[in-house]
């Protein structure tokens, strides 16, 4: 069977039968997605490998987004939240998308940088022209460190030198500007600025200090960008409002801090699952947010087309890999990697971007038309009857009445829980 992301009645089945229905629509073993349950996942043994004085290990909820059209092809997307409606949501978006072909991704080379700052040079401007002038040397002295990564096609690319003013003088900061491959390459850039600093320093004229990579990878973005079709969002007017939605996005950083939250609620969803390191990607979007400006702004833009339908885009850092760290060792993240079928850090980092306008579109969607508590909410009445005691069969009719009387609180359905059993 052809892999695809459009599984009909998936909500409808148990957590179980998702999971094979999500195997066979992949075209993956069944067991290569085992470990996403939680007896057969992260145990604590191997936990305690991975990070100090583990007591115990949290789950946190994982789903599969459907719909993904990305380059043409059909991507079933794991993503790892807490938070009501956001699997949905991205789903539900990608569904629209996939009118006008679904996503189109792209991305630079990925190279990483790692700074080594050096102190108390007399004459900065000079040092940062000596340097200059010792590329060769330095970058030879770094990928002496990772002969690996340069067998394989990466290493340090290219050396920059910047002077940063500052108030207890002017630092030279030298920048190692490294290929990483398919590695988030934090290790290996970190080990490299080590190794050179003392060199680096000497040259200067001064004393090295911090040497350590930087979590601005804006020289590893990824792109994606898609037509959302008019009528299926609702209609010109919807698109109207959408773009004006994005405008206040760009123009005020109240409101841009609240939209790129909602586009790091696909990301941070995919990268956690992956096992990748979520506050490296998070540092990297919200710092590409600064304009030249200085204004922090809205990372995506939404656009009409021709043919007056929305035209999104979103270009960010996103220094993700497949090898190395947490996305090697935990077996759900294994399980994640194995359900994408990505085989580059680059097919992972631009599926991660997709996700993240189709997070950020249902989001502006949802605040442009209904206002975002309905659908939202819906959901979190869920949880709510839950956590009240309703059994699983009385969970929708008290959903249903909180979210008809508009009461979406705890109390509220105690009440009506214990109304409905009175009833009975």
Known sequence: MPRTSRIQGLRDLSVEARRKSVAEAAGIDPASIAAFDPARGLST???????????????????????????GADVLVPMATEEASVVAAASNAAKIARIHGGFATSSTTPVMQAQVQIVGVADPEAGRVRLLEARDELIALANEQDPKLVEFGGGVCDI??????????????????VDVRD???????????????ARAAEIAGGTSLLRILTNKADLRLSRARAVFDAEALGGGEVVDNIIHAAALAEADPYRAATHNKGIMNGI???VLATGN??????????????????????LSRFEKDANGNLAASLELPMPVGLVGGATKVHPAAQAAIALLGVRTAAELAEIIT???????????????????????????????????????????????????????????????????????
């Open 183 to 197: 590695a988030m390459g934090a290790n290996a850039v970190n080990t490299m600025a080590e190794a050179v600093a």
């Open 354 to 424: 997709a996700v993240g306008l189709a997070q950020n579109l249902a989001a502006v969607r949802a605040l442009a038309t209904e206002g975002i508590q309905r659908g939202h909410m819906s959901l979190h009445a869920r949880n709510i009857a839950s956590t009240i005691g309703a059994t699983p069969e009385e969970v929708p009719a008290v959903v249903a009445r909180l979210v008809a009387d508009g009461k979406v609180r705890a109390d509220y359905a105690e009440q009506v829980l214990a109304e409905l059993r009175a009833r009975r």
């Open 277 to 298: 390191d979520t506050r490296a990607v998070e540092a990297g979007a919200h710092s590409h947010a600064i304009s030249p400006a200085g204004t922090y702004t809205s």
């Open 45 to 71: 043994g191997l936990a305690d490998h991975m990070i100090e004085n583990v007591a115990g290990i949290l789950g946190v909820p994982l789903g599969v987004a459907t719909n993904f059209v990305i380059n």
């Open 268 to 270: 941070t969803a995919v």
């Open 160 to 177: 920059a030198v910047r002077l940063v003013p500052s108030r207890a003088g002017t630092y030279v900061v030298a920048h190692l500007q």
